[in-house]
């Protein structure tokens, strides 16, 4: 627990001694702590339109590809994905489908009221038990046992209705600092049902927020966010210039001289794929970026590979032989069509995509002496499940597993 947390449980135990007078101005502090109430400023900002704003995200979470385009491009600024549809439309509708369009919302979103409006999930002690109810400004939760009708604003939610859906609520400290809730309770999509949030537990809460999820502030909270988004930036307690969801934009990088550019000729000059730099291993920075890299694995899981790290696709990939012995010619879209849901790819591309290298009749590879046709991914990339998550990761260090 940090030295300003401290204070606040402090302070917030002397004054339940105190007056009546003094408790209820504390109700109406605590209140609006409990309750943020920029929702509506939130929604009017979920549609994205032409953008003025050409800085993207807070300078620690910039990522890789808009770097590049901001600094070569000082000009350029977000259109939103509906304009690459005008040219783009099958890349358009494949990614409509894919989870990094949806992974991100508002809570008022009617499909994300309906995981939760209604329902109740009991946490068990200390907190009790939640129930979810939806207003014009979405949901929010209560736990009547402890604090009777009083609301909690649930604000954001994170993941796409594929796994799994984390709400996130964004507060002020009393000094004014934003910090975030992480809801201790999901939706998860195979039992149509709410669970624990996969997270530490924190059997000890200290202020009402607390009992509500778990706390992050700073860098984490940022990154939290800036993983699920195309762009937005933290102000107070709420995301503005908010482009939810990993969009055409967020990999490409802002598109207004692309555009207009496009519009004016016919072969417009490279935007971003094509470029010299846009390259295998700026790819995999690309996709790591948000599918994390070694940087962001311990010293110690880097050394002993535990099962958790196949969530983590891009550090199994750059252990394998494949990439390693490849020169350069293996990278995540050797496999992966980035605008392309994996859910609709047929296990038979996965296959092509193996023995493009791995046949009898290429030479320079060596093919398989047990199955050289067929079932590649079962024994080579098995698929893991992980404690509490819905879905399970296939481990992206291509090997020979010994019990296969
Ligand atoms: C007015 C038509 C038009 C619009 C709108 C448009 N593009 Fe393009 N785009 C083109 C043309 C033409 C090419 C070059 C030929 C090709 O590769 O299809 C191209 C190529 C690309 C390429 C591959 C080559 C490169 O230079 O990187 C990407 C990526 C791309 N566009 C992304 C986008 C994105 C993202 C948007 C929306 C922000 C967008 N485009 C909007 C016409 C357009
Ligand atoms: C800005 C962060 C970010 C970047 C960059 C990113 N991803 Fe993702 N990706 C996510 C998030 C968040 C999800 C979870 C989506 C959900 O909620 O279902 C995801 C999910 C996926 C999925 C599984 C979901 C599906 O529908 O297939 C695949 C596959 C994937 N990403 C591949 C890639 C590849 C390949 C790249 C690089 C070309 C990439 N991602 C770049 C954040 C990112
Ligand atoms: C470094 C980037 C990054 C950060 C930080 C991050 N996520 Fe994600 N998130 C991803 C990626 C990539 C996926 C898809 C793969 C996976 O589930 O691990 C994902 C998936 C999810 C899912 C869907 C899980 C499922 O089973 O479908 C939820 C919910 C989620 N994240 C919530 C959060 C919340 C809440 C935070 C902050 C407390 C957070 N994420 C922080 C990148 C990130
Ligand atoms: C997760 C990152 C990511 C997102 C989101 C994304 N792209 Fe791409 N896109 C890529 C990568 C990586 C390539 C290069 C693919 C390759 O080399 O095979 C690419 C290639 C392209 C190309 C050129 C090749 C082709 O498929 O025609 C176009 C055009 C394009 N993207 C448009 C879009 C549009 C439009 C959107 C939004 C609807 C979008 N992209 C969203 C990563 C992304
Ligand atoms: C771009 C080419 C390429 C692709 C695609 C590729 N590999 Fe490889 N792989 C290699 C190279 C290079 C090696 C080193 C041996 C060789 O030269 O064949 C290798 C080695 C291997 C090994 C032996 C690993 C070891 O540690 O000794 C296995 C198993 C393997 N690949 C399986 C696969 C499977 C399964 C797929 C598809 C999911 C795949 N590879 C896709 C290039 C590739
Ligand atoms: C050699 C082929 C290959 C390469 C290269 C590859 N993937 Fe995959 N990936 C797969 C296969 C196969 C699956 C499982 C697909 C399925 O379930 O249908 C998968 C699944 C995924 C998923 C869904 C979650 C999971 O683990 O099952 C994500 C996210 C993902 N890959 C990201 C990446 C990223 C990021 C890169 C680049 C660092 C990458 N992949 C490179 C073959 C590959
Ligand atoms: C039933 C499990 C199984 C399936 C399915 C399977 N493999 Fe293998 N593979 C193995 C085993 C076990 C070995 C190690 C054999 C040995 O060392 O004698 C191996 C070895 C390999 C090697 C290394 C060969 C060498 O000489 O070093 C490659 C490459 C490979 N497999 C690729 C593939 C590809 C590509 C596919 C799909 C077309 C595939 N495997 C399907 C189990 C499997």
Redesign the pocket.
């Known amino acids: 627990m940090c030295a300003s947390q401290e204070k606040r449980v402090k302070r917030f135990l002397v004054s339940l001694t105190l007056a009546w007078i003094i408790f209820s101005v504390l109700v109406s502090i605590w209140q609006t702590e409990i309750v943020p109430t920029q929702q509506s400023a939130i929604a009017q900002e979920r549609s994205p339109g032409i953008s003025t704003m050409s800085n993207l995200t807070t300078k620690a979470t910039a990522n890789a590809s808009t770097e590049l385009i901001e600094t070569k491009n000082g000009a350029a600024t977000y259109v939103g994905r509906d304009t690459c549809k005008e040219c783009h439309a099958e890349n358009h509708e494949l990614h409509s489908h894919h989870?990094h369009h949806k992974?991100f919302a508002t809570t008022n979103d009617p499909s994300i009221v309906a995981m939760f409006d209604g329902r109740s999930y009991d946490s068990g002690e200390p907190y009790g038990t939640f129930t979810y109810h939806a207003d014009e400004e979405g949901l929010f939760a209560r736990l009547q046992e402890k604090f009777g009708e009083r609301k909690f604003r649930l604000q954001y939610a994170?993941?796409?209705a594929?796994?799994?859906?984390?709400?996130?609520s964004l507060l002020p400290d009393p000094d004014g600092k934003t910090f975030?809730i992480?809801h201790r309770v999901?939706w998860?999509?195979d039992g149509d049902e709410l669970r624990p949030?996969p997270?530490e537990d924190n059997r000890n809460p200290q202020t009402p927020a607390d009992f509500f999820g778990?706390r992050?502030q700073g860098k984490?909270?940022e990154?939290?966010?800036?993983?699920?988004i195309t762009r937005g930036t933290i102000s107070e307690q709420t995301v503005v210039d908010l482009i939810p969801g990993v969009n055409c934009e967020k990999c490409h990088g802002p598109g207004s001289e692309h555009v207009r550019l496009a519009r004016s000729s016919k072969n417009p000059p490279k935007y971003s794929v094509g470029k010299s730099d846009w390259d295998t291993e700026s790819e995999i920075q690309l996709c790591g970026?948000?599918?994390?890299l070694p940087v962001?694995v311990s010293r110690s899981e880097l050394r002993e590979y535990p099962d958790e790290l196949a969530?983590?696709q891009p550090v199994g990939l750059l252990r394998s032989q494949c990439f390693v012995q490849s020169q350069g010619q293996l990278r995540c879209t050797t496999c992966h069509n980035p605008h392309q849901t994996i859910a609709e790819i047929p296990e038979s591309e996965h296959v092509s995509n193996c023995v493009q290298c791995h046949q009898e009749t290429n030479a320079q590879h060596v093919s398989c002496p047990i199955s050289p046709s067929e079932n590649c991914i079962e024994c080579h990339m098995p698929a893991r499940a992980l404690p509490g998550?819905?879905?399970s990761?296939h481990d992206h260090w291509i090997r020979v597993h010994p019990e296969k």
Request: hydrophobic content about 40%; glycine content about 8%; some cysteine.
């Open positions: 989870g992974t994170l993941g796409s594929d796994g799994a859906v984390t709400l996130l975030a992480e999901s998860f999509r949030t997270q778990l992050h984490v909270m990154k939290c966010i800036d993983c699920h970026n948000c599918h994390r962001t969530r983590f998550l819905s879905v990761f």
